[in-house]
C-alpha cells in the first residue's frame, strides 16, 4: 500500500514571488538571496578538508581538484532551493572582516569570492555526473526487470494453459505460483522505477544544475 501511495505524491504548488519568505532579500538584479554565514572559509567543507595553495586559479587544462562540501550545508542549500521553486539565486557568504582582507600578506588570511564560487561549483557539477550515472543505471534496471517480469509471466500464462488442459502434480502448480508471483513482483518493480524512483535523482540533479548557475558574493561581518 505505501508503494502505492509513493506513486501518486501530492502536487507541490510553486512558490511564486509573492510567497517568498520574507527571510529572502532580492538583489538589484532580481535574485533570492541565501544568507550563509562562515567562520572561517574552512565551514565550508567537510571535516579535515582544506583549501590546497591557489585554489581556484589552476591551469584550466589540468583537472581542477573537487573538494568535498559539508554536508548540512548542501542540505540546507538544497532545502532553500526547495523553498524557492525556479527562483535565480544570488549565495550571499559572510565571513569574519580579516579573513576576506584583500590587503593581507599570508594566503591562510586571504580569501576571495572566485576560490569560494569554484568550490561550489566544481562539488555540485560532480555530484550532477553522480545523479547522472544513478539515473542511467535506474533506467537500465528499469529495462532489465521489465523485461525479466514479462518473461516471467509470459512462462507464468503458458504453465496456467498448460496445467488446465493436462492435470499435474502439486509440485507443477506451486511452481506455475512461483514464477506467476515472480513476475508481477519484478515487473512491479520495473513499474516503480519508471514511474516514481527516478524522480527524487531528477530533482537533486536540477537542484546542481541551479548552484552551479547562482551567482556567489563575499561579505565582511563588521559585527
Known amino acids: 500500500m505505501r508503494r502505492v501511495i509513493r506513486l501518486f505524491p501530492q502536487r507541490r504548488q510553486a512558490i511564486n514571488s509573492e510567497q517568498l519568505p520574507e527571510s529572502y532579500a532580492r538583489s538589484p538584479e532580481g535574485q533570492a538571496i541565501i544568507r550563509l554565514r562562515l567562520s572561517s572559509p574552512a565551514a565550508l567543507l567537510m571535516p579535515f578538508e582544506s583549501f590546497p595553495i591557489n585554489f581556484g586559479k589552476e591551469d584550466p587544462e589540468k583537472d581542477a581538484p573537487v573538494l568535498n562540501l559539508n554536508q548540512d550545508f548542501v542540505d540546507y ?4 532551493i526547495a523553498e524557492l521553486g525556479d527562483e535565480s539565486l544570488l549565495l550571499r557568504i559572510t565571513l569574519p572582516a580579516e579573513t576576506t582582507d584583500e590587503t593581507a600578506d599570508e594566503p591562510a588570511s586571504k580569501f576571495s569570492a572566485q576560490a569560494l564560487h569554484a568550490a561550489v561549483q566544481r562539488y555540485f557539477a560532480y555530484l550532477e555526473s553522480v545523479c547522472r550515472q544513478s539515473l542511467k543505471k535506474l533506467a537500465w534496471d528499469a529495462a532489465l ?3 525479466l517480469g514479462s518473461a516471467a509471466l509470459g ?3 503458458f504453465l496456467e494453459v498448460r496445467n488446465a488442459a493436462v492435470e499435474t502434480g502439486i509440485g507443477l502448480l506451486l511452481l506455475s505460483q512461483g514464477v506467476t508471483v515472480f513476475g508481477w513482483l519484478t515487473f512491479w518493480e ?5 514511474l ?3 524522480r527524487p535523482l531528477y530533482r537533486q540533479l536540477r537542484m546542481c544544475q ?3 548557475l547562482a551567482q556567489l558574493e563575499l561579505a565582511a561581518d563588521v559585527s
Open 210 to 212: 541551479r548552484l552551479q
Open 77 to 80: 542549500l538544497f532545502a532553500r
Open 145 to 147: 526487470l521489465g523485461l
Open 196 to 198: 516514481w524512483n527516478w
Open 190 to 194: 520495473a513499474l516503480a522505477n519508471a
Open 155 to 157: 512462462l507464468s500464462a
